[in-house]
């Protein structure tokens, strides 16, 4: 590649070129963001993580947004890892972050765990039942946990026989 009329080794650390950031370094997975610059891709693990310690997939935190409501456009890694048949990783990964207190608030968590149970994939939806006792561990969060998934049945109660059995165990 021709950068400035020198030809660059796609192996040539970056460091060593000044390339600027309108164009994407040469040998790099990269995508262009809103700002018109290039940046590294992030998998969809790493999104899900900063959903769940952040409460956005998106690369950025802003202190006033606390008590906003989620929705489903901001769980798209989500999704796409339950279709990608990998939302057993998506639980663990959910009950890891609980757990481990990794998180300053529990809501994204439990939105998270949430959109886990209304999936149609049924070992995702067994999972994040079976680790909903880790998660919840006060009524507090159960009742918040209950709302977002009456929130996401739409028109329909949201107790199904799944749901009716993990809050009764609880």
């Known amino acids: 590649m021709e950068v400035d009329g020198m030809?660059?080794?796609p192996y040539m650390h970056p460091q060593d070129v000044t390339i600027p950031q309108s164009e994407p370094l040469p040998g790099y997975s990269q995508s262009q963001n809103v700002?018109?610059?290039?940046?590294?891709?992030v998998?969809?693990?790493?999104?899900?993580?900063?959903?769940?310690?952040?409460?956005?997939?998106?690369g950025y935190y802003r202190a006033n947004s606390q008590h906003r409501k989620f929705s489903r456009t901001e769980v798209q890694a989500?999704?796409?890892?339950?279709?990608?048949?990998?939302?057993r990783d998506v639980v663990k990964c959910i009950k890891d972050v609980s757990i481990l207190n990794r998180a300053c608030k529990q809501n994204p968590t439990l939105y998270a765990l949430a959109v886990c149970a209304r999936s149609n994939d049924p070992s995702t939806k067994h999972a994040a039942y079976s680790v909903l006792n880790d998660v919840c561990r006060i009524p507090t969060q159960l009742?918040?946990?209950i709302k977002y998934c009456e929130?996401?049945?739409?028109?329909?109660?949201g107790w199904g026989r799944a749901h009716r059995i993990a809050?009764?165990?609880w």
């Not at 700002?35 to 891709?41: I, L, N």
């Not at 693990?45 to 998106?58: A, Y």
């Not at 989500?78 to 939302?87: C, E, N």
């Open 143 to 145: 009742f918040q946990f």
């Open 151 to 157: 929130e996401m049945s739409g028109q329909e109660t």
């Open 7 to 9: 030809d660059i080794d």
């Open 167 to 169: 809050i009764s165990q």
């Open 78 to 87: 989500i999704d796409r890892l339950i279709q990608q048949r990998r939302g």
């Open 43 to 58: 998998s969809d693990i790493d999104k899900l993580n900063r959903f769940l310690c952040l409460g956005t997939e998106l």
């Open 35 to 41: 700002a018109g610059g290039y940046v590294f891709e």
